[in-house]
Nanobody, 122 residues
Framework: VQLQASGGGLVQPGGSLRLSCAAS????????MGWYRRFPGKQRELVAT???????NYADSVKGRFTISRGNAENTVYLQMNSLKPDDTAVYYC?????????????????WGQGTEVTVFS
């Protein structure tokens, strides 16, 4: 499974950006897609996720400002980022999770995009 992310860039505080991600390859069914970000010198952290059923989850720091959605095209996800702050400056990664269910176990696989930089500067 390959993930192609796009939409990062430079923006002033208060501005908006929209990230896009498309998954392709050997996909049976993606259980969830989402966005994570990594600040310099820190581990990757969750930004937002959305399940195949449409349930969403957001980091507290982005609630009310960011919106995750699934695209009309299959296996696409978007992250609309509004009211951006300098603290949102990071590399953003698209994630997709695929699960295979067996009688005695569930195998989950996480796939990652290449990362797209978001820089909020004044």
């Amino acid at each position: 499974v390959q993930l192609q992310a796009s939409g990062g860039g430079l923006v002033q505080p208060g501005g908006s950006l929209r990230l896009s991600c498309a998954a392709s390859g050997s996909i049976v069914s993606l259980n969830a897609m989402g966005w994570y970000r990594r600040f310099p010198g820190k581990q990757r952290e969750l930004v937002a996720t959305i399940t195949s059923g449409g349930s969403t989850n957001y980091a507290d720091s982005v609630k009310g400002r960011f919106t995750i959605s699934r695209g009309n095209a299959e296996n696409t996800v978007y992250l609309q980022m509004n009211s951006l702050k300098p603290d949102d400056t990071a590399v953003y990664y698209c994630n997709a999770r695929q699960a295979f269910y067996y009688t005695d176990r569930v195998d989950e696989y996480d796939y990652w995009g290449q990362g797209t930089e978001v820089t909020v500067f004044s």
